[in-house]
């Protein structure tokens, strides 16, 4: 059994980028809660662990916004009320800019292939990398390949994006999360353009 799931697109939202809480001297951290068929999950609670004071609820969109220091790394909590909550730990706000964490809710079955698109272009030198896995089972595989888009012709279109189809293989039943960031590999020290937690709960 194979399971595939819709891209996921937005690297920025406009309305956060005209309108920034946080003006020239905070930080802002903003996203979005999805479910596995891309349909937005209103009314989570999203607040850092850091600072309990600073919280919201996702809205209609399931989109939240949250203002905040910058500062040193913090983790965001994304607490639903019927699924299990996840920590995004490694988000950095930086002052007069946005910090993009998105979470996805997916279900798999154990040991059966799915997949994961995302938007990306190499072009641009950024690309999605598996961050951190949280107690996967020994036999998990997570692999990605790019799928340029399509072009009449069949000739390339230079400096268009494409996908990223990442597909994940749990083994064991259970509930994982995996934190994939959309970064240059080679800048060190930089915060990624992207986070995205992918949690996921596998049945037998």
Known sequence: MRTSWKTWTGFALLGCLLGSPS????ATVTGYVRDQGGSPLPGVLVRILEDRSRGTRTDAQGSFTLSTDPGDSVTLLVAPDALPAVRVPGVTPRRGELSRVDVVYLTARA???CSLDLSSNPSTGYGWAL???EDLPGAATAENT???PESPGNRPLAGRGGLERWTFCLSAPGFFVLRLAYLRPWEQGVPPARILAVAVTVTP
């Open 23 to 26: 003006g020239a001297w905070g």
């Open 111 to 113: 040991g059966a292939p």
């Open 131 to 133: 961050v951190t896995s």
């Open 146 to 148: 790019f799928m340029p």
